[in-house]
Nanobody, 124 residues
Framework: QVQLVESGGGLVQAGGSLRLSCAAS????????MGWFRQAPGKEREFVAA????????NYADSVKGRFTISRDNAKNTVSLQMNSLKPEDTAVYYC?????????????????WGQGTQVTVSS
């Protein structure tokens, strides 16, 4: 079992930056691939970024490549998402999730554990 708690969301102007964090409970955090997903009002949840258990492999949605960076600290049981050059279309609730295979996968159904989400709002 892994429990996940996101933080760092908020309101930011277009072009600005935010850093999301996800704190995980449990001693096996380093075995899990971790992902960030988002869901905007009226839209389906979509993949944003993922990182392998070791941190050696990452995966990004095309819409965020070059702007967002996912990282993890296995000693602190945390995964972060640095978001730069934010756009109004990045507005959504952002969720972190854990995948027991340890891979940086992009399909939400591969992730068994989810946080409660944190709101990111980007104003134009």
């Amino acid at each position: 079992q892994v429990q996940l708690v996101e933080s760092g969301g908020g309101l930011v102007q277009a072009g600005g930056s935010l850093r999301l964090s996800c704190a995980a409970s449990g001693r096996t955090f380093s075995y899990y691939g971790m992902g960030w997903f988002r869901q905007a009002p009226g839209k389906e949840r979509e993949f944003v970024a993922a990182i392998s258990a070791s941190g050696g492999s990452t995966n990004y949605a095309d819409s965020v490549k070059g702007r967002f960076t996912i990282s993890r600290d296995n000693a602190k049981n945390t995964v972060s998402l640095q978001m730069n050059s934010l756009k109004p279309e990045d507005t959504a609730v952002y969720y972190c999730a854990a995948d027991s295979t340890g891979l940086p996968r992009y399909r939400s159904y591969n992730y068994a554990y989810w946080g409660q989400g944190t709101q990111v709002t980007v104003s134009s």
